[in-house]
């Protein structure tokens, strides 16, 4: 029934631009007139803001069908494409791109029909939000309230629709015991069913990891386990099965910690086999992640009723609407679509989400149904804590929700606890976070809007019961006017900095500008803290004061408020008491940072510390700078790693499909921290049962000329269309992947194959793999998180080409470490690793095949260890690859198809 709407939709490619009109009708048109035409007439789209970029024109607006599926469906998942929609939809999916505008008419229709019929689940709360959105001018207004029938009674807002939470008594102590190897492998039997018999190397893979669950022996000293498992073993479960048993009868809870969303979606799916029950996997299976994620009910209502405005007005209403459905809150990883925020530009994503510890816990009015407390509760009683590494270690080091601190843990993605400690640990003072600092301390100034308040505000009872409490807050906000204000950056730019810090990030910035080289690249630059000169030593020493000047009063806020809770008033009742408590953990950590800093800042002219690398930064994207200031990393960050994490546990397993690298076990515990235990962690290895030698082969290009952008574009092309499709492409540096994707996005739009790339669509990763893996056609290029992070089993990913050896950055901390570790032995080891991550993204499952491509003819030979044994590794020229990728790959091509389609008549798909 597409003449139901009289709208005409527009829909964009790199390879062309199409519109059709009311009645159905499809045409091709220019650039030019698209424009002129979205301008003088509403018109439906598919994801304003990419159709916005293809067309060369950022600022186009229209009725995106995704917002309208947000509203129709909020908390439910499609792929931002025609073919996603039609999935979602239920619809015939376009035939080519230019049947893709019809089918945008086809897909608004069956949207508008869905609210239409009397099963629609998501239908409460719809009306009350469609009247909001009306008044906002929200583009799919008017069709939405036309076919929107007015309750009979007032709907309740979501903030009464919304379950609490209870409280619950804290858990006890879990029981010690054993868990036999035997049991764990009986468990392994259960979970991988009938169907698939547990392999070998997995059964023995349960086994180890069961011994790991003994009762802990000496305190500081925990089991550890070093498990690599090739990718194939099914350590997922292997680690599950011991896992779920010592948490049945310890009743405990064993947090497993990961490095990357798609290992916690995957975990998410695979507790269905333990807890096959919805109810009963909701309750042992909980899924953590830092306060940040999750929407704060109290930020939203303030941005439903009148905080936000314009676009960000209309993203917190559809917000609303999916809080009404979600799962568990979670805005970034969990059921809020990753594209949902990008339509607005992140416009409010981020003021929604509790960023600052702005929490007034148990003062807020939505507390017992606060999404964040809710997931904490819920992991009070959980068998399985699904968290990842940074949450795992910040809850560790910070010593917050201590009653329920992590102290059985398996860290999946193990090859990441390095890089994840090092995030961790470091410390950095910069404008930014003293903004932050200044923020939480006296609230926003100038005109912002909302209920952001600062602790003042929040401590007012206090202050005026306390007197002595009163003073060091008073003398805190004082101090806090020293922190850089709004617009320091611009006034650093103009050379009229204000105050003590202000002053020091400007004689940074003035440093590194003199010292830095590779000033034109547009993005981060950055010097060694090493031989200063008198002007930055000199600005150092004011800005010390001023810290110091701060973190007395805080310190003595801290135990001026202990003591109230100690010596509790009258008035002090539960929600005081938890306020109180919350501005407590507040205080604790932020005096931590203050801390760390005034040492950094120490650092500045004084001696250094060989635990450490300091150097100072401008951060930068695309030219624009965004912060600027002092930054400092642990030399080795498992030490941190294992004292705060690591020796207060009973038992760790630390596991991943490359845990070694292509090095030795010595290497595997010095990237975990376990060289830093006193007790000796167990080591378990199991090769992956996949065939790399048949299914998949290297090729070194050996006849591009380095650094010559039209080459490397042109091989990429290439490659891509003898592949046809379905090639990842992985980049060390943005610039040129964005250089490669301007030069031949459109001629393989032309041909019918899509390219995307993180850092030039405006789409988030995640969608972007999504986008990838729906789509055999298409390609993505991308940089590190692409390389670490994308599981595309199947016919979807065939070709990984890299663009050179991905040797490391050389900056300052790079320099340090590589001093330390060993000179050109170091950077081997980080590029084996790199190596092996990427060419593991190929194969998936034991059908896969591809061919992994690394364009570089300077490749050294003692590096190509990093592949599976027995592989073909190839030196070859561009040609000879592509007619190998071209006849290779159609040979895996039609193996794929026929192994899929196998899998389909067997049900298995
Ligand atoms: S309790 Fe805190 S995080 Fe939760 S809704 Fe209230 S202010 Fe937001």
Redesign the pocket.
């Known amino acids: 029934m597409a003449a139901s709407l009289p709208y005409p939709a527009l829909y964009a490619t790199h390879g062309g631009i199409w519109i059709a009109g009311a009645d159905g009708a499809a045409r091709g048109l220019g650039r030019g007139e698209a424009i002129a035409r979205a301008a003088e007439t509403p018109m439906i789209m598919l994801n304003a803001p990419l159709v916005g970029q293809r067309l060369g024109y950022p600022d186009l607006s229209g009725l995106d069908l995704l917002e309208l599926f947000a509203f129709v469906f909020p908390a439910r998942f499609a792929v931002p494409t025609p073919k996603g929609m039609a999935h979602a939809l239920g619809l015939a999916p376009p035939k080519d791109d230019g049947e893709a505008a019809p089918f945008l008419l086809r897909a608004a229709n069956a949207l508008l029909e869905r609210m239409g019929r009397a099963d629609w689940p998501e239908r409460e709360g719809a009306w009350a939000s469609a009247q909001a959105l009306y008044r906002l001018r929200w583009a799919w207004s008017q069709p939405v309230t036309g076919r929107l029938q007015r309750p009979e009674r007032d709907e309740r807002w979501l903030f009464s629709r919304l379950p609490e939470w209870e409280e619950k008594a804290p858990r006890p102590q879990p029981k010690s015991v054993r868990i036999a190897p035997a049991d764990a492998v009986a468990r392994l039997a259960l979970l991988t069913g009938r169907d698939a018999e547990p392999r070998e190397g997995q059964k023995d893979y349960a086994a180890s990891a069961a011994a790991a669950f003994d009762p802990r022996r000496i305190e500081g000293h925990p089991n550890m386990l070093l498990a690599e498992a090739g990718t194939g073993i099914g350590k997922t479960l292997g680690y599950l099965a011991p896992a779920s048993l010592w948490a049945e009868k310890a009743e405990g809870a064993v947090w497993i910690s990961t490095f990357t969303k798609a290992l916690q979606r995957q975990l998410d799916r695979e507790s269905e086999r333990l807890f096959p029950d919805a109810r009963e996997r909701k309750a042992k299976v909980v899924i953590r992640k830092g306060?940040e994620n999750?929407l704060?009910?109290?930020?939203l209502e303030d941005a439903l009723q009148g905080g936000f405005a314009g676009r960000a007005a209309i993203f917190a209403q559809l917000t609303a609407r999916w809080a009404g459905y979600t799962k568990d809150g979670d805005m970034v990883g969990g059921d809020m679509p990753g594209w949902l925020p990008t339509l607005f530009r992140r416009a409010g994503a981020t003021a929604l989400t509790?960023r600052r510890g702005?929490?007034?816990?148990a003062g807020?009015?939505?507390?017992r149904?606060?999404?964040?407390?809710r997931s904490a509760r819920a992991s009070q009683d959980a068998d399985l804590v699904i968290a990842n590494h940074a949450l795992v270690m910040v809850n560790a080091a910070r010593g917050r929700d201590a009653g329920n601190a992590p102290s059985r843990i398996v860290f999946d993605e193990g090859h990441h606890l390095f890089d994840a400690a090092d995030s961790t640990f470091a410390t950095a003072l910069t404008g930014q976070e003293t903004i932050e600092l200044r923020r939480w301390l006296i609230g926003p100034e100038g005109k912002a809007r909302g209920r952001r308040r600062g602790l003042a505000a929040r401590l007012m009872d206090v202050a005026s019961y306390d007197e002595a409490g009163g003073a060091v807050l008073e003398a805190a906000i004082q101090a806090a006017g020293l922190l850089t204000g709004d617009g320091w950056l611009q006034r650093i730019g103009e050379g009229i900095a204000f105050g003590p810090l202000e002053k020091l990030f400007a004689s940074v910035r003035g440093t590194v500008y003199a010292r830095a080289s590779a000033q034109d690249a547009g993005y981060g630059i950055e010097t060694e803290m090493a031989e200063l000169d008198g002007d930055i030593v000199a600005a150092a020493s004011p800005a010390l004061e001023a810290m110091e000047l701060l973190l007395r009063p805080l310190m003595a806020l801290g135990k001026r408020l202990e003591a109230v809770l100690e010596d509790a008033p009258d008035w002090l009742d539960g929600s005081a008491r938890a306020r109180i408590e919350g501005a407590i953990g507040g205080l604790t950590w932020r005096t931590q940072s203050l801390s760390a800093w005034i040492a950094l800042a120490a650092r500045i002219g004084g001696p250094a510390d060989p635990d450490f690398v300091d150097w100072l930064a401008v951060e930068r994207i695309d030219g624009r700078e965004f912060d600027i200031g002092l930054h400092r990393r642990w030399l080795d960050p498992t030490r941190p790693l294992a004292e705060a994490v690591l020796k207060p546990a009973h038992n760790v397993i630390v596991t991943s499909a490359t845990l070694r690298g292509a090095g030795d076990w010595a290497a595997a515990e010095a990237r975990t921290g376990a060289c830093h235990l006193e007790n000796a962690a167990q080591h378990f290895a199991a090769n992956s049962p996949f065939d790399y030698a048949a299914n998949s082969d290297v090729l070194i290009v050996t006849d591009l000329k380095r650094g010559d952008p039209a080459q490397l574009a042109g091989a990429y092309a290439r490659l891509i269309e003898a592949a046809g499709g379905g090639t990842l492409g992985l980049f060390t540096a943005i610039q040129r992947l964005k250089a490669v994707h301007a030069r031949i996005a459109d001629r393989l739009a032309r041909i019918g194959l899509p390219l995307y790339a993180q850092h030039v669509d405006p789409i988030d990763t995640g969608t972007l793999v999504d986008i990838f893996r729906d789509d055999p056609r298409a390609s993505l290029l991308g940089t590190d998180a692409l390389r670490d992070g994308v599981d595309v089993p199947g016919h979807s990913l065939r070709l990984v080409v890299m663009e050179g050896v991905p040797w490391p950055r050389p900056n300052v901390l790079h320099a340090a470490r590589r001093a330390a570790g060993g000179g050109s032995a170091y950077d081997d080891r980080v590029v084996r690793a790199r190596l092996a991550q990427a060419f593991g993204r190929l194969i998936r499952r034991a059908e896969d095949r591809g061919t992994f491509v690394l364009l570089s003819a300077a490749t050294p030979s003692r590096l190509l260890n990093a592949f599976p044994p027995g592989v073909t590794i190839r030196r070859v020229g561009i040609a000879e690859a592509i007619e190998r990728v071209r006849s290779g790959l159609s040979t895996a091509t039609q193996l794929g198809h026929q192994v899929e389609q196998e899998q389909a008549a067997e049900g298995l798909q």
């Open positions: 306060r999750y704060c009910l109290l930020n509790d702005e929490c007034v816990y807020c009015p939505h507390y149904k606060c999404f964040i407390e």
